[in-house]
């Protein structure tokens, strides 16, 4: 048993904690979780934990369907929004096949395919999202309607929107998520929070916990939290903007002080990819009918496959607000709905 193992069951027992829940996604990047009893941790580190594969949408077919959950306990974190007492805490898993390989299938594990790929080339990815979403409310005939009508950047006095977002990004530092800003965004009820870069994986670990952090925020506040990608006709979409920059070492690989723009041949190469692989990408990224209601019904959203530099309706942007700055050097993908499974989007 390594040392991360251990601190996981001492911090179990310190903290009195009851239940553990095992987080993991499906295909679509809907979180699915399964709670545990302290005593049954240990196990879980040594052999996995069993369950029905074929009842996960795109895990695997029925005549396969026995699977592990094997949990990493660097991802061990309290839950903030449960009671102290009896408190609650989760770990993100590994999908195992019996012989305890890799699920093919696993969408943590196709990103972790991916990254040693790019490790491999001599490269560390890292990613920064601004991750949009709307605040609703109900009306007598069950239909969403925003929680207010403010618009971009807007100081909104006694609205939900400000509340909402303490309570968000305090919830999320408890979680050990650095929160780079947040602001009222374009449409009525919109809002945005950025969370500071870090490497891929991580940062998807990072997404799949936010989307559950503002979603039982919202709750308690008592309103809703919606990711869909465009849920008012004639409002902004809701998106995903997320800038990546590869690292070799210590050196931002995207940045050459004497390139266009400041972009290296490296940052140039990735933008062409990203340009040429635009269709299928979309597939991933962009996975429900309602993801095309956002990518063509304007408001800054990228219609057409193009890169540009202050143009943000365009699919690739090269961002330059501070130029010169080598660490700054980076690609912004326009085209991830902020409900997409950020593991295969990342990947």
């Known amino acids: 048993m390594d040392k991360q193992q251990e601190y996981v069951l001492r911090a179990i027992e310190e903290r009195d904690i009851r239940f553990i829940r095992l987080w993991f996604t499906d295909v679509l990047g809907q979180l699915k979780s399964v709670a545990i009893a302290p005593a049954e941790v240990e196990g879980a580190f040594e052999e996995g934990i069993g369950f029905d594969g074929s009842a996960i949408e795109g895990l695997t077919r029925v005549f396969e369907s026995d699977m592990l959950l094997s949990p990493d306990p660097s991802t061990f974190q309290m839950l903030p929004w449960r009671e102290e007492v009896n408190s609650v805490a989760r770990m993100f898993c590994d999908v195992l096949t019996p012989d305890g390989e890799p699920a093919r299938t ?27 979403f709307y605040l609703v409310d109900r009306d007598s005939d069950g239909r969403i309607i925003p929680t207010d009508h403010a618009g971009y950047f807007d100081h909104v006095p006694g609205g939900t929107a400000h509340e909402f977002r303490r309570h968000a990004i305090l919830m999320l530092e408890q979680m050990g998520i650095s929160v780079e800003f947040s602001h009222h965004e374009g449409g009525p009820g919109q809002n945005e929070i950025d969370l500071r ?13 936010f989307r559950a952090v503002v979603q039982e925020v919202a709750l308690q506040e008592g309103c809703e939290a919606t990711f869909m990608p465009k849920p008012f006709v004639g409002q902004p979409g809701s998106g995903m903007h997320t800038h990546f920059s590869l690292y070799e070492g210590d050196h931002n690989a995207f940045h050459d002080p004497a390139g266009q723009y400041q972009l290296s041949a490296t940052g140039r190469a990735f933008v062409a990819g990203l340009l040429h692989h635009a269709t299928e990408i979309c597939a991933v990224t962009n996975q429900h009918v309602n993801s095309y209601k956002r990518l063509w019904g304007g408001d800054e959203a990228p219609s057409y496959v193009c890169w540009g530099h202050n143009n943000r309706s365009a699919l690739v942007r090269v961002p330059m607000h501070k130029p010169g700055k080598a660490q700054s050097a980076r690609v912004e993908f326009r085209g991830i709905d902020s409900s997409a499974n950020p593991y295969l989007a990342f990947a």
């Open 106 to 132: 696993d969408p943590r594990a196709v990103l972790e395919r991916q990254l040693a790929r790019v490790a491999d080339a001599g490269f560390t990815c890292y990613v920064h999202p601004e991750i949009e």
């Open 197 to 209: 870069f870090a490497d891929a994986l991580s940062m998807a670990d990072n997404i799949m916990t």
